[in-house]
């Protein structure tokens, strides 16, 4: 079956076409049609398997169907599509743009982390789909910038990495500004228990399409393998395993946002060129670096689990778990980061021997006993810093300017520095210098030998005494 046999409007077809779409992947060619009759459905497939083009078509199909949108202010939200992370938001909207480019109608995203005057004045102009986080969403919600009372679709991606977010509550909230009267899409990478209960609450005799892989499976076409690395060579290791390996794009998957910037640093001293992907980065910046990495600019991609969320690159032939991580689950979902779209890929882990007990986790989920290799390249770990390389003369002391105390002059003394006998630069600590202790004194009580001044340095200027 093709594209052209569902019966999709001609601007789609057009946008479809320059895409280079022709023939659906098999969530698409099941879901696409059930969507289009207006019907409630439940999908499941595993990552990289086409979800987005499976209901964003249907739904831009559904809306152009409908009738042409009024122009300017009076555009209201036709359709709201709910995801779990910025990037994947950013990426379904312009799955949107590409396949609605042809279309009247108009499209938005609200996200967190960064100001909201743009995503209000966005509102403002109208918009027909509108593609959100459940976070920025209740934001804009309980401000009374959001309207969602005209609602007649709404699509829910990544449902259970929502739920395992935490957003379950705002989701609840979310649906009650939501008509009941309209189409629902549910679609998960996993469907576990409580993601069950979720689409029963909000789906009506849902049409179920399932074409994921058994659950713990991985795809046959990933190539995984075990290295036993430990903790504190694994970054020396990396830069030899990517040295070795002739890859189009790597992500490295680390566990903490402070071990993905190590991870960065410790590749470009190498002369690998990578970017860092998390949570503290500004989403400007977090745009910047998954543009790059999609433009083949960034070589090797370091991330931690919830920013690397909704990647969607198909050129990812090399997946490392530089840390294992802490859940099974969350195995399956990184290495389906590599052999998208019909491709092969590598997936290669660095376990510590402290790790042991997840690996033997991982493999009793994926129920496969993965392969401990030895590498083929020459490994040499990383030395310790030789602390007697540089030594430092005397400990770093930071000097305030206004408690600089200047050296007491003289014009007696042999030393090019002074009575004091210090280089400039040197600052004397208060009540340690004696000649200037004993002149500071004297200019305090007025005391003195008469004479004043003379302190045995040559004789001073003086100064007069109260008895004077």
Known sequence: ????????????????ATKGYSVPTPIQHQAIPVAMRGEDLLGSAETGSGKTAAFAIPVLHNLTEKGNPSKGQGRRIRALVIAPTRELCSQI?????????????????????????????????????????????????????????????LVLDEAD??????????????????????????????????????????????????????????????????????????????????????????????????GADKVVMRLRRAKIYAEAIHGDKSQSARQRTLDGFRNRQVNVLVATDIAARGIDVDHISHVVNFDLPREADTYIHRIGRTARAGAKGKAVSFCDSSERSLLRAIEKLTNKRLPVVQPKFEFVPEAAPDKSEAPRSEPYRKVTPSRQVAAPRSSGSSSSFGSSGSAPGDFPRRGKNKSQKSKYNKFKSGGGSGNGGGSGNGGGGGHRSSAD
């Open 1 to 16: 079956m093709k594209f052209e046999d569902f019966g999709l409007s001609t601007a789609i077809m057009q946008a479809l």
């Open 161 to 258: 990495r929502m739920l395992d977010m935490g957003f379950l509550p705002d989701i609840r909230k979310i649906l009650s500004y939501i008509p009941k009267n309209r189409q629902t899409l549910f679609f998960s990478a996993t469907m576990p228990r409580n993601v069950q209960i979720l689409a029963d609450t909000l789906l009506n005799n849902p049409a179920r399409i399932n074409v994921e892989l058994p659950k713990g499976s991985t795809s046959e076409r990933i190539e995984q393998s075990i290295f036993m690395v430990p903790q504190k060579d694994k970054g020396s290791f990396l830069v030899s395993y990517l040295g070795s390996e002739s890859f189009n794009s790597a992500i490295v998957f680390t566990r903490t946002r402070h």
């Open 93 to 153: 909207l312009d799955s949107f743009f590409a396949y609605g480019a042809n279309t009247p109608l108009k499209f938005t995203a609200i996200y967190g982390g960064v100001p909201q005057s743009g995503q209000e004045r966005a509102l403002r102009n109208g918009a027909d789909v509108v593609v959100a986080t459940p976070g920025r969403l209740m934001d804009l919600i309980n401000q009374r910038i959001v309207d969602l009372g005209h609602i007649e679709i």
